[in-house]
């Protein structure tokens, strides 16, 4: 059974850093494109962020560019995610993606697994 777990969320004032982690267990994507996304309440789900299979290519929604950074590990079968200067609009459920194939983009229907979410706190 594959499970994506995340983890490091918390409450960290403006300006302030986290790094969240998402484990992955039940198969490897060391070949697949891993992202990041978030969902604040009442809105919809939204890209952050994806990383290609061998961490070379990256790519950044607008709101976070020059302050998130996507990595990943793939002997640990993890991807990361460090959040820095964040900002009280960066609250939200941050949740991480990996699809079967090699979908590099942006729409949440291009992943087929997901972890249970981690919140993150951005207090003014």
């Known amino acids: 059974q594959v499970q994506l777990v995340e983890s490091g969320g918390g409450l960290v004032q403006a300006g302030g850093s986290l790094r969240l982690s998402c484990a992955a267990s039940g198969r490897t994507f060391s070949l697949s494109p891993m992202g990041w996304f978030r969902q604040a309440p009442g809105k919809e789900r939204e890209f952050v962020a994806v990383i290609s299979w061998n961490g070379g290519s990256t790519y950044y929604t607008d709101s976070v560019k020059g302050r998130f950074t996507i990595s990943r590990d793939n002997a640990k079968n993890t991807v990361y995610l460090q959040m820095n200067s964040l900002k009280p609009e960066d609250t939200a459920v941050y949740y991480c993606?990996?699809?079967?194939?090699?979908?590099?983009?942006?729409?949440?229907?291009?992943?087929?697994?997901w972890g249970q979410g981690t919140q993150v706190t951005v207090s003014s």
């Open positions: 993606a990996a699809n079967r194939e090699t979908y590099y983009g942006l729409s949440t229907r291009g992943y087929d697994y």
